[in-house]
T-cell receptor, first 118, second 115 residues
Framework: GAVVSQHPSWVICKSGTSVKIECRSL??????MFWYRQFPKQSLMLMAT?????????EQGVEKDKFLINHASLTLSTLTVTSAHPEDSSFYIC??????????????FGAGTRLSVL | GESVGLHLPTLSVQEGDNSIINCAYS??????FIWYKQESGKGPQFIID?????DKRQGQRVTVLLNKTVKHLSLQIAATQPGDSAVYFC??????????????FGQGTILTVHP
């Protein structure tokens, strides 16, 4: 149980284009979804917290107009990197937490998306 | 803040040995902790969790120890196998907080198991 699917796993795009990444909770309803960015050999950096039906909460220093988050349902959140540039190249990972008491604090992660901007 | 440019701590062990991975957390108000395993090119995988009202919790081949006095967490892996090679992260949270289960991740430790 608690499977999170992230798509695509790898994307290469030209500078200036936009890229959409999907995150789905396959067998549970997610109270909240989270988007992280990870550079090589570094820890996960939280970008934003997303709750279904409401606006995402972005961490300090993360441009909300650059990284658009849509959380349309309890099982789907999308991250769109708008007008991507080479410095946006990174590993993006989503996670989802379960509805309910203690369990909601466990985040289940997708497999990540490797974005390469040429 | 983000520790940009720092290399992750590394731990190298022989197959069959026991491994101990350490983590110092920062927020004394944190009351819930999770260990994650991340293999290369993949997302983190939940290993084990512990609440602050406990100081030890065991799973299959893994044990987590919590020392709230010094804000220290450790993950012990028994009979380490090559498949255990990965980066291990600890994460902290406040169960009763209003941060929607937001986790704060530690720096991570690279575990390499030699056959």
């Amino acid at each position: 149980g608690a499977v999170v699917s992230q798509h695509p796993s790898w994307v290469i795009c030209k500078s200036g284009t936009s890229v959409k990444i999907e995150c789905r909770s396959l067998d549970f309803q997610a109270t909240t979804m989270f988007w992280y960015r990870q550079f090589p050999k570094q820890s996960l950096m939280l970008m934003a917290t997303s709750n279904e039906g409401s606006k995402a909460t972005y961490e300090q220093g993360v441009e909300k107009d650059k990284f658009l988050i849509n959380h349309a349902s309890l099982t789907l959140s999308t991250l769109t990197v708008t007008s991507a540039h080479p410095e946006d190249s990174s590993f993006y990972i989503c996670s989802a937490s379960l509805r309910g008491s203690i369990a909601k604090n466990i985040q289940y992660f997708g497999a990540g998306t490797r974005l390469s901007v040429l | 803040g983000e520790s940009v440019g720092l290399h992750l701590p590394t731990l190298s062990v022989q197959e069959g040995d026991n491994s101990i991975i350490n983590c110092a957390y920062s927020n004394s108000a944190s009351d819930y902790f999770i260990w994650y395993k991340q293999e290369s090119g993949k997302g983190p995988q939940f290993i084990i969790d512990i609440r602050s009202n406990m100081d030890k919790r065991q799973g299959q081949r893994v044990t987590v120890l919590l020392n709230k006095t010094v804000k220290h967490l450790s993950l012990q892996i028994a009979a380490t196998q090559p498949g255990d090679s990965a980066v291990y992260f600890c994460a902290e949270n406040m169960i009763g907080g209003t941060s929607y289960g937001k986790l704060t991740f530690g720096q991570g430790t690279i575990l390499t198991v030699h056959p």
